[in-house]
């Protein structure tokens, strides 16, 4: 009878904390903003917690085929795993899309030598990182800005060379940088909340995340001053490796 009971409650923990992590969604968003690209953003994949497989996501990529592919943050923070980091970077320009990243809170816990053994590792697979910085791809512009809460973002150095009659398209990793961008921006892709990971009312009312996710906008297309913004649930997890009542995203954006 205890087996039973103790299988029993096993069984409730998988499908309540562990399979959520598992059981990936592709969450999918319309919006018209004169981009004219579909694009799959990937958030905070904190692979030492990462329960996605490589191949997995690289099947992902092939199904859905995007334009684009933006990673907006979160990699990893122990220089231990900076190997499967480079599996997962493989795995993800493995279908030849052109892939685009920032870098998040965690990845700024690296000390320096691991820091830039990242960033080399991210761009010999092929993904360009924008550290305060943008590029100009096809008919829109695509303005990096690094982490806020790492006190890294330098918001006018990334849209010095900005033409503003041309689309911008914005990544970073926290979405707080919403209150600090002053200037005007199509489309704005962030992560770091993970749609709180443990969904539970209120929880951000104790747990400091900064004046977005106090107000309750924590996940899901909004809008601010400057423009529109997405905030992604995310694909890995951070600190309890486990999910309550929120699934692991990727997010495929039709910007049309």
Same mark, same amino acid.
């Given at each position: 009878?205890?087996?039973?009971?103790?299988?029993?409650?096993?069984?409730? /923990?998988?499908?309540?904390?562990?399979? !959520?992590?598992?059981?990936?969604?592709?969450?999918?968003?319309?919006?018209?903003?004169?981009?004219?690209?579909?694009?799959?953003?990937?958030?905070?994949?904190?692979?030492?917690?990462?329960? *996605?497989? !490589?191949?997995?996501?690289?099947?992902?990529?092939?199904?859905?085929? #995007?334009?684009? &592919?933006?990673?907006?943050?979160?990699?990893?923070?122990?220089?231990?795993?900076?190997?499967?980091?480079?599996?997962?970077?493989?795995? /993800?320009?493995? #279908?030849? /899309? !052109?892939?685009?990243?920032?870098?998040?809170?965690?990845?700024?816990?690296?000390?320096?030598?691991?820091?830039?053994?990242?960033?080399?590792?991210?761009?010999?697979?092929?993904?360009?990182?924008?550290?305060?910085?943008?590029?100009?791809?096809?008919?829109?512009?695509?303005?990096?800005?690094?982490?806020?809460?790492?006190?890294?973002?330098?918001?006018?150095?990334?849209?010095?060379? &900005?033409? #503003?009659?041309? #689309?911008?398209?914005?990544?970073?990793?926290? !979405?707080?940088?919403?209150?600090? &961008?002053?200037?005007?921006? @199509?489309?704005?892709?962030?992560?770091? $909340?993970?749609?709180?990971? $443990?969904?539970?009312?209120?929880?951000?009312? $104790?747990?400091?995340?900064? %004046?977005?996710?106090?107000?309750? *906008?924590?996940?899901?297309?909004?809008?601010?001053?400057?423009? %529109?913004?997405?905030?992604?649930?995310?694909?890995?997890?951070?600190?309890?490796?486990?999910?309550?009542?929120?699934?692991?995203?990727? @997010?495929?954006?039709?910007?049309?």
């Amino acid at each position: 009878m205890i087996f039973v009971i103790l299988l029993f409650i096993s069984a409730v /923990i998988y499908f309540l904390l562990i399979f !959520p992590t598992q059981w990936l969604k592709v969450e999918r968003v319309r919006c018209s903003c004169g981009i004219g690209a579909r694009v799959l953003q990937i958030s905070d994949l904190h692979v030492e917690k990462l329960r *996605i497989s !490589p191949k997995r996501l690289t099947c992902l990529i092939k199904k859905e085929a #995007p334009d684009y &592919i933006f990673l907006t943050g979160d990699f990893t923070q122990k220089s231990r795993h900076l190997s499967k980091v480079q599996r997962y970077a493989h795995a /993800i320009v493995k #279908p030849g /899309i !052109p892939v685009f990243a920032v870098l998040g809170n965690h990845d700024h816990r690296l000390n320096l030598t691991d820091f830039n053994q990242l960033i080399r590792i991210l761009e010999s697979a092929g993904i360009k990182v924008l550290i305060n910085q943008s590029t100009f791809v096809d008919n829109f512009q695509i303005v990096g800005i690094d982490d806020f809460g790492s006190k890294k973002s330098r918001v006018d150095n990334a849209f010095a060379n &900005i033409d #503003p009659s041309k #689309p911008i398209l914005v990544l970073t990793h926290n !979405p707080n940088l919403v209150f600090y &961008i002053k200037h005007k921006y @199509t489309y704005l892709m962030a992560g770091h $909340f993970h749609g709180m990971q $443990f969904n539970v009312p209120f929880l951000f009312q $104790f747990i400091n995340k900064g %004046k977005l996710a106090a107000e309750g *906008i924590y996940k899901g297309m909004h809008s601010g001053t400057y423009g %529109k913004f997405y905030i992604s649930k995310g694909i890995g997890q951070s600190g309890i490796n486990a999910r309550f009542l929120i699934r692991s995203e990727v @997010t495929l954006h039709e910007l049309y």
